[in-house]
C-alpha cells in the first residue's frame, strides 16, 4: 500500500508539473527567440504597411519596457531568471503578440504606393526602420523613438492637407522635408550606434 501511495504522490506532481511546465514559452522557444520573434513581425509589419507609425510606436514601447523587466529580473537572480519570472515574461510576450496581431490586422495602413514625393520619402524612411527592426541594428526604444517622430511628421501633414484642402504647399513641402531629413539623420545614427536588439 505504501507503494500505492508513492506512485499517487508521483502522479499528482507530475500533473501539477504539466500546467507550470506549459507555462514556458511555446514550442521550446527560449525567451530571446520570442523576442526576435516579435521583432521580425513588427519589421515585417512596418515594411508592408500593416503597421502605421503610431502603432509600431506603442508596439516598441511595450517591448523596451518588456526587455527592462527581464534585465531587472536578471539583477536581482545573479544574471538568471527563475521559473516564476519566465512564466510572467512569457505571459507578457503573448499579450505583446495578441496586440501586434490585432495592430496588423485592423485595416489601419500606412501607405506603401505613395505617388507624392513626400509620400515616397515617409515610405523610404519606414523602409529603413523596418529593415533595422529586422537586422536587429534597432533596439526596441530606439524604434519607438523613430516611429514617435515619423508619427508626429504624418500628423503634421494630415493637419496641413486639412487646412488647405488635401495639397500642401510648396513652404510646407520645403518644411516637411527638413524635418525627414532629421529623422533620416536619427535613423542612421540609431542604426550605427553598435546597440543591437
Known amino acids: 500500500m505504501h507503494s500505492v501511495q508513492k506512485m499517487f504522490f508521483a502522479a499528482a506532481l507530475a500533473a501539477l508539473a504539466v500546467p507550470a511546465f506549459s507555462q514556458t514559452a511555446p514550442t521550446g522557444q527560449t525567451i530571446q527567440d520570442r523576442k526576435e520573434n516579435q521583432q521580425d513581425r513588427i519589421g515585417n509589419g512596418v515594411a508592408d504597411g500593416q503597421l502605421t507609425a503610431g502603432e509600431t510606436k506603442n508596439l516598441e514601447k511595450k517591448e523596451s519596457n518588456l526587455n527592462q523587466e527581464e534585465h531587472d529580473m536578471r539583477k536581482l537572480d545573479n544574471g538568471h531568471l527563475t521559473a516564476a ?3 510572467t515574461l512569457n505571459q507578457q510576450q503573448n499579450q505583446l503578440s495578441k496586440q501586434i496581431y490585432n495592430d496588423k490586422h485592423n485595416g489601419r495602413v500606412q501607405n506603401t504606393a ?11 524612411q519606414q523602409d529603413r526602420i523596418a529593415q533595422g527592426v529586422k ?6 526604444r530606439e524604434t519607438a523613438h523613430l516611429e514617435n ?6 500628423h503634421e501633414i494630415r493637419a496641413d492637407r486639412r487646412a488647405n484642402g488635401g495639397k500642401l504647399t510648396a513652404q510646407e513641402k520645403a518644411k516637411i522635408n527638413r524635418q525627414e531629413n532629421r529623422n533620416s539623420r536619427a535613423i542612421y545614427r540609431d542604426k550605427h550606434n553598435g546597440r543591437r536588439q
Open 149 to 154: 517622430r515619423e508619427a508626429a511628421v504624418n
Open 135 to 140: 537586422s536587429g541594428q534597432l533596439t526596441p
Open 85 to 87: 519570472d519566465k512564466a
Open 114 to 124: 505613395p505617388k507624392s514625393e513626400v509620400g515616397k520619402r515617409q515610405e523610404n
